[in-house]
């Protein structure tokens, strides 16, 4: 603490600009985006100072256009993620004692500098390698992460805040001590500010970090590191280092003074990663904290009440805004058969009307394309084989093309089996499978999508019956880490929706929110006694 109770700056939401046609955000994008399609990154990784090149590169290219190359980045090797620790802990101690108030101001003005001069940047390298439409960027890339910034540091000064009672002559005080050791951060390709935020939040509460962002986010990832340190983010604090994901995670996982993972991504991958730090427990010097968001499967049902033209809307944005590609996407449906029809009708209207997948530039799209290739070849897999089977039809979209980017139509699959495999299986692309359930059986429907997946992290119920609404918000409680009423089951906001699920969907420690922060700090009680006993005896001796 320095020399006051001081306090931060209120959160509030980023406001999300609209991009309109002639609007001079629209035009500063655009021409972002044409220095980027037709430069050259060159792009190092990171370890204190250096900015390290080796040589050993993958090239970068859009996935609406990938034989089109826009720059590459430099390969670490296991000595560089040896170096990355080494560095962070000789980091560690100063950034440790750094006053809160100063590790505050830098991460609010990183949240300026992504409202104002970065903003452009880290949209545009968000649309040219993520394939994301200037609304999706928007969304992500400037305001979640702007808003990640601002409320974690709200939340920090809170949490600080937070102390117990003390008693007649005694002062009890707890500090928030950062971890001993090193965080490392690992983060997905499809949210900008997920990359941002996950090294970020650990740092704010004091850790040293080192990070690896994915191979398919690197050219914003890049863009984020030249805003941590036009911030004033030290040194040292957050290293990126890029490469054999395997090599790299064993490496760090292998350090004794590795204290935790904060992680999105795949939930197989958790799973092991989860198996490693077990098996090594007795090497560290402190029991890491595990920290993850990871797959889903997530449902809409509607209920017979429900307005069919808000469940299609509900339907078409949540499962195909950024091709289906969010961990909350909607991925199965659930409708009555007395309005099943009309909101399939519906559906398939809304998806008649979009472009052709296509390019983010035009900003005419609402579909571009899905990430890389083995994202392009899974999704043709399940879509080829619904065709085939007996049990399933395709209603709308059904056709895809990778000849110049892994552009999939928007897919909407009928089954007349609950249990079919695109039922349960999570596909992370524009394909949604509909199963229509008899009207009588809203109960038992409940159970059905209690227990058809694995996965526990956001779910939709559209009713207009409240008496509905209450039997599934309580049926489904366990299935959905992140519940909607009369919504689709995307687009959770910092400050409102804290985000996470449990079950195979992570470990709920709910992004957005003070409790996700609680995971990085180790605290310390101090009681101070100010008239010390002298004699042993207490009164019952007589």
């Not at 928030?176 to 990359?195: M, Q, S």
């Amino acid at each position: 603490m320095g020399k006051g109770f001081f306090q931060v700056p209120t959160a509030i939401n980023e406001p999300i600009k609209s991009y309109s046609p002639g609007s001079p955000e629209r035009k500063e994008v655009l021409e972002q985006y044409k220095t980027y399609y037709n430069g050259n990154e060159d792009i190092p990784f990171y370890i204190g100072d250096l900015e390290i090149k080796t040589g050993k590169t993958r090239t970068i290219s859009p996935p609406h256009d990938h034989k089109h190359i826009v720059g590459q980045y430099h390969l670490a090797e296991k000595q560089h993620v040896e170096k990355a620790i080494k560095n962070a802990l000789a980091s560690r101690k100063a950034w440790a004692d750094l006053t809160w108030e100063q590790r505050a101001a830098i991460f609010l003005k990183a949240a300026e500098l992504i409202a104002g001069p970065y903003r452009a940047k880290i949209n545009a390298a968000t649309m040219i390698a993520q394939s994301k439409t200037i609304h999706q960027a928007e969304i992500d890339a400037a305001c979640e992460l702007i808003d990640f910034l601002r409320f974690n540091v709200e939340y920090m000064s809170q949490i600080y805040e937070e102390q117990p009672d003390s008693a007649e002559g005694i002062w009890n005080r707890v500090e928030y001590r950062p971890l001993e050791g090193f965080v490392y951060a690992i983060t997905p390709f499809n949210f900008t500010a997920i990359a941002g935020n996950l090294p970020a939040s650990a740092a704010m509460m004091g850790n040293v970090v080192v990070w690896k962002p994915s191979d398919s986010q690197i050219f914003s990832a890049k863009v984020v590191m030249d805003v941590f340190k036009e911030a004033g983010v030290p040194d040292g604090v957050i290293n990126m280092v890029c490469g054999d994901p395997v090599m790299i995670s064993k490496t760090i996982i292998d350090s004794p003074d590795f204290s935790g993972l904060h992680f999105t991504g795949s939930t197989f991958v958790f799973k092991e990663l989860w198996k490693q730090i077990g098996n090594n427990i007795h090497t560290y010097k402190t029991y890491p904290r595990i920290v993850g968001e990871t797959g889903g499967k997530d449902f809409i049902l509607a209920h017979p009440t429900a307005k069919p033209q808000q469940v299609a809307t509900a339907i078409t944005r949540g499962a195909f805004e950024f091709q289906g590609q969010k961990c909350s996407a909607a991925s199965r449906v659930y409708l009555p058969k007395s309005t099943s029809k009309e909101i399939l009708e519906l559906v398939k209207k809304d998806v008649n009307t979009f472009n052709k997948p296509g390019s983010p530039e035009d900003m005419t799209n609402f579909i571009t394309a899905v990430i890389h290739e083995g994202s392009f070849n899974k999704l043709a897999k399940y879509i080829d084989q619904a065709k085939k089977d007996k049990e399933a039809e395709i209603v709308v979209g059904g056709n895809y093309d990778k000849s110049k980017g892994y552009f999939i139509e928007p897919t909407v699959i009928l089954t007349t089996d609950p249990h079919y495999t695109t039922m349960e299986t999570e596909l992370f692309g524009p394909v949604v499978t509909v199963y229509v359930y008899d009207d009588n059986d809203w109960s038992e429907t409940l159970e059905l999508i209690d227990n058809t997946s694995e996965y526990a992290l956001t779910g939709a119920v559209l009713s207009k019956d409240r008496y509905a609404i209450e039997e599934a918000t309580k049926a489904l409680q366990n299935c959905a880490g992140n519940f909607y009423i009369n919504d689709k089951p995307t687009g959770a906001v910092v400050g409102q929706q804290p985000f996470g699920g449990a079950r195979a969907s992570g470990t709920n420690d709910k992004a957005g929110s003070a409790q996700n922060l609680l995971r990085w700090v180790s605290p310390r009680l101090i009681k101070e006694t100010f008239v010390t006993p002298e004699d042993y005896r207490y009164p019952f001796l007589g």
